[in-house]
């Protein structure tokens, strides 16, 4: 009986005895995000410039951040609406429609971390990156050519 009560009781250590460390760095600072919350923020920043200029055109339209994408076998259909670098894809426009239990979707872009990460040496090339597949998607969402996005008309 004593020996469950103090069982309950025992607090959760590291196998040095220390017990639990706090964070390794404080909230606030920009080393404590994670690199899945860096690349949100990134594509957050790419698509402000894109969204103030095409606010009334993207009111339907969703963006959404996946790690990798999932390939089908190889004698699979061709996706429409997929950025391909070789043979992975690097983001995905999934148009408006009706989802397996009936209720209808919104069109949505669908960006991959892992692949478009693994393309980009430095920080700034990332961004470049995201930058210019957020622009073709967006392009391949409104019809219209990619130059036109980047505010080329």
Do not use: C, N
């Not at 017990?19 to 690199?35: D, E, K, M, N």
């Amino acid at each position: 009986m004593a020996r469950s009560s103090r069982h309950r009781r025992r607090v959760r250590r590291d196998r040095h005895g220390r017990g639990l460390r706090g964070p390794l760095y404080p909230a606030t600072l920009p080393a404590a995000a994670s690199r899945a919350e860096k690349f949100d923020q990134l594509v957050l920043d790419a698509l402000e410039p894109i969204e103030a200029r095409w606010r009334d055109q993207l009111t339907k339209l969703d963006v959404a951040v996946d790690d990798v994408p999932e390939i089908r076998g190889a004698g699979g259909p061709v996706d429409d609406g997929v950025l391909h670098d070789g043979a992975v894809p690097l983001s995905r426009l999934v148009p408006a429609g009706v989802d397996r239990i009936g209720l209808p979707t919104r069109a949505r872009i669908v960006l991959y971390r892992r692949p478009l990460e693994a393309r980009a040496k430095d920080p700034g090339e990332l961004a470049e990156l995201v930058h210019d597949v957020l622009v073709e998607q967006v392009a391949g969402y409104l019809g219209v050519e990619p130059d036109i996005i980047e505010g080329g008309e």
